[in-house]
């Protein structure tokens, strides 16, 4: 039972015109180290050659270069008291450190976290951004190594906000990716699918067709590992065809290797065992020592699961030296566990215990506290099977103590042979209290959970269109049944002695039938038809609510651009005058103009960061829900929509005018919703609000004092919170009041609503969010819609 399945959690691997370019690269620096005379330019060259082989994972390498680096910008500083130039080699000096341990990561996770953690506290004082991102990138990979996952993903996010702030969009779709690999070794495969979809869109928006080809293989292991075969294969078969097309390498043999995986995952081993002989075939031409490793580990598992024990050991034996010799521990103890589970079954337990010790020593050596567990129980496991009871119990109760609080599958495994250990025993009370553990941990329910999320998040569209078609079913079936059951009634009633009339009847009846089925047949043809336009009306929909925060949107941008257009052209007049000054020589007046600049520029960046926001807003609500819900500050949402709305509407008909009023209850905090549905569901009701007192104006007379007004108010109640939006317009009347939520329901115009606004507000709230959304009304003053949502 191999822990990782090998390569399926590897790293993305550079494409091999990378890799030569990057040799080249490396070359030329070492070239220019060795012609340096200085310490300043050879501390420089050095860190530069230790980042170039770290993304060549040439590890020992870049470890001598990095500690070179430390080495003498530790001898620069302390003779220079110069503060740029303390800086700039500061800077060096923290990227060395960053190089050095990510470099010992690969063998020592713990002594290398405490090294990026130096590195991070330098990055910190400089005050760099971009350096920081990088920092907590770096730890989050040794936390990964360590397979610390909840670490891992907390300083990935962190370095995700960075990222996205400093516009690195090629390290933020890398950093999508990771978070999605270490969802899925936690088995949160709807996550994980969520992350790696972010990421494919990103790397599909700079064109970068590595990070595209590993965002596709990324989405195929998640629906692989939720019994998606043919998705998972298409989504490889998609990232061979780029492979194929630049002539990468690395990268076909990569994606053969993942094709086996899924073909294994499904059962098909004969078609698994070739894909995996195919990539192991490739990478011994490209001499990729990793890879070869993790191929081996692969071919040996198929065997294993084909019966073919002795084929299986001689190939994990095999590729042990080429694990070894790249030093990742994650693959290393793979090997190790495949050996012993290979033994296992032959039913040589000492070779077994052997091999798992041999794994369990690499785990300690990395202070890996998750495959230290891992391997305790295969070992508690193994001397089970030997009635080494005591052994056993020793091991699987070590186990226990230090396995992750979250590793629900590792506890659920140790509960049950501490079951059977105990039962072997003779100790039933100990025995029973772990399989009452073991129930506990048992966490079917969660794996068919995390199924559904990835259904919901690729078919959440064709669920909303059923549900108008399954309504309009049902009044079809109702009306029947209805029919049915009033014939049944008045045949039971119907004596023997009116059986002339029941003729009779029948013969109505039966012209009525023939009436009916007609009926039914063109109802059909109807329903065919509803459901072929269905998707075009529920996106219409979606889209008329971006419509009218277009010109509202326009109006908000145009605040912040005039801003930066303003201290663009100030920037440009100073740069000038600051020139001139440096031609006089009169550097006061320089500094003096330089601090202008940089103020603008500061100004400038706000600024442009404010219609930043503001457009990837607009983003965010024309694009499709994905039904993932995130803390959300619902008074901010609700007054972005407001304002949104209102100059939308004004920018289409300038006599528009409308008092808006807010009171919103700051108490009510953070809410966890999907942002872009509730976004909806305010931006409709607000919209429907001013539509009504629009409505109201245009036909009272002028004479009369009225004043359009909409309010918009949020309170905390107990484990719920409200959001009203109120209008003072005519009001709805009572004859329609039941149907306002019906799908194609609407009291406007032909062409100016499609009459599902309120229908898909209803489900959102009220399906999606388990709220309640409600009206009140009263006519010739206003209307009131309330939203309710748990607090929680």
């Known amino acids: 039972m191999a822990l990782t399945f090998c390569s399926l959690f590897a790293s993305s691997l550079m494409a091999q015109q990378q890799v030569d370019a990057t040799e080249k690269k490396a070359n030329a620096l070492k070239a220019q180290l060795n012609r340096a005379t200085s310490d300043t330019s050879r501390a420089r060259l050095a860190t530069q050659l230790s980042t170039t082989y770290r993304l060549l994972t040439e590890i020992d390498s870049s470890k001598k270069y990095a500690s070179n680096a430390i080495d003498l910008t530790t001898n620069i500083l302390t003779k220079t008291d110069n503060r740029d130039f303390t800086l700039k080699y500061k800077t060096i000096r923290a990227k060395a450190i960053e190089n050095f341990g990510s470099a010992l990561a690969f063998k020592n996770a713990t002594k290398a976290l405490d090294t990026l953690k130096v590195a991070l506290g330098l990055w910190k004082k400089i005050g760099d951004k971009s350096g920081i991102a990088m920092a907590y990138f770096s730890i989050a990979q040794a936390y990964g190594f360590k397979s610390n996952q909840i670490e891992a993903i907390d300083y990935f996010t962190k370095s995700l906000k960075l990222f996205k702030e400093t516009k690195n969009k090629e390290l933020e779709a890398t950093t999508l990716y990771s978070i999605s690999l270490e969802k899925r070794y936690l088995g949160m495969y709807g996550d994980a699918l969520e992350y790696s979809i972010k990421s494919l869109k990103v790397a599909e928006e700079i064109k970068d067709t590595l990070l595209i080809t590993d965002a596709l293989l990324g989405n195929s292991f998640n629906y692989m590992l939720a019994k998606n075969y043919p998705e998972a294969l298409q989504e490889q078969i998609k990232a061979l065809k780029l492979f194929e097309m630049t002539k990468d390498s690395v990268g076909i043999a990569r994606t053969y290797s993942d094709m086996g995986v899924t073909d294994m995952f499904a059962g098909?081993?004969?078609?698994?065992?070739?894909?995996?002989?195919?990539?192991?075939?490739?990478?011994?031409?490209?001499?990729?020592?990793?890879?070869?490793?993790?191929?081996?580990?692969?071919?040996?598992?198929?065997?294993?699961?084909?019966?073919?024990?002795?084929?299986?050991?001689?190939?994990?034996?095999?590729?042990?030296?080429?694990?070894?010799?790249?030093?990742?521990?994650?693959?290393?103890?793979?090997?190790?566990?495949?050996?012993?589970?290979?033994?296992?079954?032959?039913?040589?337990?000492?070779?077994?215990?052997?091999?798992?010790?041999?794994?369990?020593?690499?785990?300690?050596?990395?202070?890996?506290?998750?495959?230290?567990?891992?391997?305790?129980?295969?070992?508690?496991?193994?001397?089970?099977?030997?009635?080494?009871?005591?052994?056993?119990?020793?091991?699987?109760?070590?186990?226990?103590?230090?396995?992750?609080?979250?590793?629900?599958?590792?506890?659920?495994f140790i509960y049950k042979t501490l079951t059977e250990t105990y039962i072997t025993n003779d100790d039933y009370k100990s025995a029973y209290q772990n399989q009452l553990k073991y129930n506990q941990m048992n966490d079917s329910v969660n794996a068919t959970e995390k199924a559904d999320k990835i259904t919901r998040l690729t078919q959440q569209l064709v669920y909303e269109n059923k549900r108008a078609l399954q309504k309009a079913s049902q009044d079809k079936e109702i009306t029947i049944q209805q029919s049915q059951i009033k014939q049944q009634k008045l045949i039971r009633n119907i004596s023997i002695g009116g059986l002339l009339i029941v003729f009779g009847f029948a013969f109505v009846f039966f012209k009525r039938f023939k009436e009916k089925r007609k009926l039914n047949v063109a109802l059909e043809e109807s329903l065919f038809d509803l459901k072929a336009t269905q998707n075009q009306l529920i996106q219409s929909e979606k889209m008329a609510s971006l419509g009218e925060l277009t010109a509202g949107i326009a109006h908000e941008i145009q605040n912040p651009l005039n801003f930066v257009n303003n201290f663009s052209e100030i920037n440009i007049e100073l740069i000038e005058e600051l020139q001139a000054e440096l031609k006089k020589g009169d550097y006061e007046e320089v500094l003096t103009i330089s601090e202008d600049v940089k103020d603008n520029q500061q100004k400038i960046n706000h600024h442009g960061k404010r219609a930043d926001a503001i457009v990837k807003g607009m983003l965010q609500h024309s694009r499709k829900s994905t039904a993932i819900k995130e803390p959300t500050d619902i008074n901010k949402l609700a007054d972005e929509y407001l304002r949104l709305a209102y100059h939308g509407l004004r920018a289409k008909d300038k006599s528009f005018n409308a008092e808006l009023v807010t009171d919103f209850d700051e108490s009510v905090g953070l809410l966890n919703v999907v942002p872009q549905d509730i976004g909806r569901v305010i931006l409709n009701l607000i919209t429907n609000a001013f539509y009504a007192v629009n409505e109201k104006k245009s036909v009272v007379d002028e004479d009369l004092l009225y004043q359009p007004t909409v309010s918009v108010s949020t309170r905390k109640m107990n484990n719920k919170v409200k959001i009203s939006v109120t209008d003072n317009a005519n009001g709805i009347p009572q004859k329609v009041l039941d149907k306002i939520f019906q799908p194609f329901f609407t009291t406007k115009p032909t062409g100016q609503g499609t009459g599902l606004g309120l229908s898909m507000s209803y489900d959102i709230i009220t399906k999606a969010h388990g709220g309640q959304l409600t009206v009140k009304t009263k006519e010739g003053e206003g209307t009131e819609f309330i939203i309710q949502l748990p607090a929680n």
Do not use: C
């Not at 490209?286 to 580990?297: E, F, R």
């Open 268 to 412: 098909k081993l004969d078609a698994a065992l070739i894909q995996h002989k195919k990539a192991l075939e490739m990478r011994k031409k490209l001499k990729d020592a990793n890879a070869i490793g993790i191929s081996h580990n692969y071919v040996a598992t198929i065997y294993k699961r084909q019966g073919k024990f002795n084929e299986a050991l001689a190939t994990v034996k095999e590729g042990i030296p080429y694990n070894l010799q790249f030093g990742d521990s994650r693959f290393i103890i793979d090997a190790y566990v495949e050996a012993g589970d290979i033994y296992l079954e032959l039913k040589d337990y000492k070779n077994a215990i052997a091999n798992y010790n041999l794994a369990l020593e690499v785990a300690k050596k990395n202070n890996s506290q998750n495959y230290q567990a891992k391997t305790l129980m295969l070992i508690g496991n193994a001397n089970n099977n030997t009635g080494n009871i005591r052994e056993a119990l020793n091991s699987l109760q070590m186990a226990d103590n230090i396995v992750l609080s979250n590793d629900y599958k590792t506890r659920r």
